[in-house]
């Protein structure tokens, strides 16, 4: 997050419409965080190609992962990138709940949604899995 200056933050977040660009969770009067796509311990840059607008809850989880492993087929895909992938054809939003729909989904959702049940879908959960 740093050198990332708050005119850029505030661009990134209107431009994600207030929300979450992993789970989509509203971030209005919330607090924010700048997550780097691809880790800065993996290279990546502070450019606005690789960074995100991201919830407490989601950059915690994602850490400096960029890859996770798929629990339905048990392989690895990188985390869903927000600013080359369509969040539609990864994720389903079920009566509240984020299904990963393709490997990217499932292992980001994996990841990123670990902590917070409603997320998984009732064969995907923890104890399941």
Not at 28 to 34: G, H, K, M
Not at 74 to 80: H, R, S
């Amino acid at each position: 997050m740093n050198n990332i200056d708050e005119i850029t933050k505030g661009t990134l977040l209107t431009n994600a419409g207030y929300r979450c660009e992993y789970c989509h969770k509203l971030l209005q009067n919330e607090i924010f965080e700048i997550d780097h796509i691809i880790p800065k311990s993996k290279l990546g840059s502070n450019l606005k190609n690789n960074i995100a607008v991201a919830c407490h809850r989601c950059n915690r989880n994602k850490g400096n992962c960029s890859e996770w492993i798929d629990p339905l087929t048990g392989t690895t895909q990188l985390i869903f990138n927000p600013r080359y992938q369509i969040w539609k054809d990864h994720f389903r939003n079920l009566n509240e709940e984020i299904i990963g729909i393709t490997g990217i989904g499932r292992a980001t959702a994996s990841l990123l949604f670990r902590n917070t049940a409603q997320y998984l879908p009732f064969d995907l959960q923890w104890d399941k899995i």
